[in-house]
């Protein structure tokens, strides 16, 4: 089973930008899809953004034309560019690959706060 681990979480004033990424023990590209997830205090895990190996991109309608989600092969990570951030974005930031099974980052936290 793949390791995830995820990074580039932290305090962000509103209006501001956060980087994550998600590094993995195996190749980025030998998953069908991976994703980013978050999870905010009292409320479900939700969709941010997930790609697809052939390449497509979704994102929840809440975050369209703020996040960008990507690949580098380089570096074997995903990224999520997170710009315009909302006091409403604030949540545990899941990275999520699978590739027969699902595999779960441990998270890292995002804040929005003035």
Request: aromatic content about 8%; some cysteine; hydrophobic content about 30%.
């Amino acid at each position: 089973q793949a390791q995830l681990v995820e990074s580039g979480g932290g305090l962000v004033q509103p209006g501001g930008s956060l980087r994550l990424s998600c590094k993995a023990t195996e190749s980025i590209f030998s998953f069908s899809v991976m994703a980013w997830y978050r999870q905010a205090p009292g409320k479900q895990r939700e969709l941010v953004a997930s790609i697809y190996g052939g390449g497509s991109i979704n994102y929840a309608d809440d975050v369209k034309g703020r996040f960008t989600i990507s690949r580098n092969r380089a570096t074997n990570t995903m990224n999520l560019q997170m710009n315009s951030l909302k006091p409403e974005d604030p949540a545990v930031y899941y990275c999520n690959a699978h590739r027969g099974v699902t595999n779960w980052g441990q998270g890292t936290h995002v804040t929005v706060s003035s």
